[in-house]
C-alpha cells in the first residue's frame, strides 16, 4: 500500500511564492504518474499538474500555466510543486496523488489516480 505524506503550504501575500512537497512510501516511486489538485471552498476538484514517472514530461491545468512548476526526485521519493505569482484564485486545499499506470490521455483525471496524500492548506491574500 503506497502512503502520500505531503509537508508545507502556507499563507502568502498575492505574487509570492510558496513551494511543498510528497513523500511516497515504496520501492516503485519511479514507475508512478504523480499529480496535484486542487479543491477551493464551494467549488470541485480542479487538475493543476502531472509529471511522468520518470519526470521527463509535465502537464498544467490552465489556470496555473506559467507560474507552477512540478518536478520529482525519484531517489527520494518525492514530488514537488513550485507555486510562483501566487494569485487569491489559487486559495485551495491541494492533494498529492499517485497513479500506477502512466497515461497522458487520462492524467487530469482524478479517476487516474490510485492513492491520495491527506491535503495542504494553501491561502493566498489579497
Not at 487538475?47 to 526526485?73: N, Q, W
Request: hydrophobic share 30%.
Amino acid at each position: 500500500q503506497v502512503q502520500l505524506v505531503e509537508s508545507g503550504g502556507g499563507l502568502v501575500e498575492a505574487g509570492g511564492s510558496l513551494r511543498f512537497s510528497c513523500a511516497a512510501s515504496g520501492r516503485t516511486f519511479d514507475t508512478y504518474l504523480m499529480g496535484w489538485f486542487r479543491q477551493a471552498p464551494g467549488k470541485e476538484h480542479e487538475f493543476v499538474a502531472a509529471i511522468s514517472p520518470s519526470g521527463a514530461y509535465t502537464y498544467y491545468g490552465d489556470s496555473v500555466k506559467g507560474r507552477f512548476t512540478i518536478s520529482r526526485v525519484n531517489a527520494e521519493n518525492t514530488v514537488s510543486l513550485q507555486m510562483n505569482s501566487l494569485k487569491p484564485e489559487d486559495t485551495a486545499d491541494y492533494y498529492c496523488a499517485a497513479s500506477a499506470q502512466y497515461d497522458i490521455t487520462t492524467a487530469r483525471r482524478r479517476s487516474s489516480y490510485d492513492y491520495w496524500g491527506q491535503g495542504t492548506q494553501v491561502t493566498v491574500s489579497s
